[in-house]
Nanobody
Framework: VQLQASGGGLVQAGGSLKLSCATS????????MGWFRQAPGKEREPVAT????????YYADSVRGRFTISADDAKNTVSLQMNSLKLEDTADYYC??????????????????WGHGTLVTVSS
């Protein structure tokens, strides 16, 4: 599975940004998808994930209510709509995938497939 993320950039606090991830490979619907991030000087952390079957969701407490993850199975893409951005959302964001996982298990583990990071910078 190959993952290509896009949509990062510079945005003011309180603004919005949408990340997209295009995937290539087989059987997109068989994969759990998600987004992880890594801020400068911090460990990588899960942000939002979608389970493979029924598309359960997981959101980190820090983003719940502000971020929305969604998948388009017909286009093999997954997106992350980020609203009300805060300075602490500044990070490299990574699109991730793994086979047959629930959203929770993807968030708790280390996904098998990673795309290149896309940088999100939130300014004051």
């Amino acid at each position: 599975v190959q993952l290509q993320a896009s949509g990062g950039g510079l945005v003011q606090a309180g603004g919005s940004l949408k990340l997209s991830c295009a995937t290539s490979g087989r059987n997109f619907a068989d994969y759990a998808m998600g987004w992880f991030r890594q801020a400068p000087g911090k460990e990588r952390e899960p942000v939002a994930t979608l389970g493979w079957n029924g598309r359960s969701t997981y959101y980190a407490d820090s983003v719940r209510g502000r971020f929305t993850i969604s998948a388009d199975d017909a286009k093999n893409t997954v997106s992350l709509q980020m609203n009300s951005l805060k300075l602490e959302d500044t990070a490299d964001y990574y699109c991730v995938a793994d086979r047959a996982l629930s959203a929770q298990n993807m968030a708790l583990g280390i996904p098998r497939y990673w795309g290149h990071g896309t940088l999100v910078t939130v300014s004051s």
